[in-house]
C-alpha cells in the first residue's frame, strides 16, 4: 500500500504557511494540473492530490488534527456541531472538482464564454436528530465554493491595474459577425471574444484569480435552526453561494433541513407517539409511569388508568414537538404495551392463581347452567298453568251446527219413511 503523500509537500508549502499562502499555492498548482488545461497524463491523478491537500490544511480543525495525529480525522472526528457539506451539494456530489470548472469557464477571466457574472445560489442538504429539531440548535457547515478574492478584494485587479470598456464590442458583450453566402449576406450575434460578454476588459488582472474577482475557497458558516423545524424546510443565507464575477452580487446558500428518525419518537406533525410498558398487574388497578421527553431533561408522568388494555393510546398535552414560531408543543401520545412480569415468587405466584381461582369460582359451572336452565323451563310452564281455570281447547262451532243438521235430516226421513 503506498504512503500517504506529505500535504505540506504536495502544495509546496512551509509546515509554518498561513492560511492566505497556502490559498494562493492551492491555486497556482490546481490551475497547472486541472484536466482541462494540463497535457500531463497524471494530470488527473495531481489534481485530485492537490485538492485533498488543500481540503485538509485550509480547515483549521483538519489541519490541527493533521499536525498532531497526522490524520485529518483525528484520534475521533470532528465535534457533533460541525458538518462538512463538501460531498453533497445539490444532492449530486458538486464540490471542488465542480467548483474548479466552474472557475476555469466562467465568464470574464479570459479562460470561457458565460456572460452571466451574478453569482449562482448553492443548496445543501443538512441532517438533524429529532432532539435538535425540537430544541433548535446552531450548526456550522463546511463547504467549497467561488468566494470572492482575498488577493484582489474581489475585484479583479492587480496592483496598479484598471477595468476599461472593451474596444471591441463598445460594452454590449455582443458582437454582429457578417458571413457570405449563396443566400446572400447573412448576419449574427455573438459573444464579444474578447470581454467574453462582460463589456469590460481588465489590462492587469490579478495572477491568483485571472480577473474574475473570486477564486475556489473553503468557507464555513453557523446555521441557525428554529425549533420545530420539519424535514424540506430550507433555510436561506444571503451572499453565501457563489460569488459573483469582479464584485457582482453572490448567490444564496440554501440549506434543506432533514430530521433523522429516532429511536424512541416518532413524529407525525408536530405530535409525538411513544410506547410506554405497563406491567401488567399495575395496568389492572392503574398505576403512573415517569419516561424521558423529547426536550433535553424534561421528564413526563404519564397517568395509565385502571383497566387499560394492550394498545390504548394515552394522551399527554404540550409534551409533543414545538410548533414553529410558537410557544405552544404538539401532544404526546403514549401507546400502552403490557408487559407479563417473569419474576413474581412463589408466593406472589400463589396469591395470583389463588385470585384466578376466586374468579372461576364466581363462574357458574356448566352443569349449573343446564340445571338453571331446566329449571327455569319448569318455572316457566308452572306459571302458564297454575290459573285458576285450566286451558281447554275451543268447541268447533261447525261440528255442533252440522251435528244437529244432521240429526234433523235423519228424524225427517224417519218420519217420512214412516208414512
Known sequence: MEAKKDYYEVLGVPRDADAKTIKRAFLEKARKLHPDVSDDPDAEEKFKEVNQAYTVLSDEKARANYDRYGDENGPAGFGSDYVDMSDIFNGTGFGIDDIFDSFFGGGASGMGHQTRTRGRDMGVRLSITLAEAAAGCTKTIAYERLAPCDDC?????????????????????????????????????????????????????????????????????????????????????????????????????????EVEADERFE??????????????????VGTSVTIDGIMKGERVRVEIPAGSQNGDQISVERRGMPRSGMIARGKLVCVVQIVVPTDLTKAQLLDVASLVADRKLDEPSEEEEEENGESSGKDAAAEHFAEEEKWRA??????????????????????????
Not at 207 to 233: D, Y
Not at 267 to 284: C, F, H, M, P, S
Not at 394 to 419: A, H, L, M, T
Request: with cysteine; proline share 5%; aromatic share 2%.
Open 267 to 284: 413524529r407525525q406533525g408536530d405530535d409525538l407517539y411513544t410506547t410506554v410498558k405497563v406491567d401488567a398487574l399495575e395496568a389492572i
Open 394 to 419: 275451543p268447541k268447533n262451532p261447525f261440528k255442533s251446527e252440522r251435528g244437529k243438521s244432521d240429526r234433523g235430516r235423519s228424524s225427517r226421513q224417519r218420519k217420512g219413511s214412516g208414512r
Open 153 to 257: 478584494n474581489g475585484t479583479g485587479l492587480a496592483e496598479g491595474g484598471h477595468e476599461r470598456t472593451c474596444d471591441r464590442c463598445h460594452g454590449t458583450g455582443r458582437v454582429v459577425q457578417v458571413q457570405r453566402t449563396i443566400f446572400g449576406q447573412m448576419q449574427s450575434q455573438t459573444t464579444c471574444p474578447v470581454c467574453h460578454g462582460s463589456g469590460k476588459v481588465i489590462d492587469n488582472p490579478c495572477p491568483t484569480c485571472q480577473g474574475q474577482g473570486r477564486a475556489p475557497s473553503r468557507e464555513k458558516v453557523e446555521i441557525k435552526i428554529p425549533a420545530g423545524v420539519h424535514s424540506g424546510q430550507t433555510i436561506t443565507v444571503e451572499n453565501m453561494g457563489e460569488a459573483g464575477v469582479r464584485g457582482d452580487r453572490s448567490g444564496d446558500l440554501v440549506v434543506s433541513i
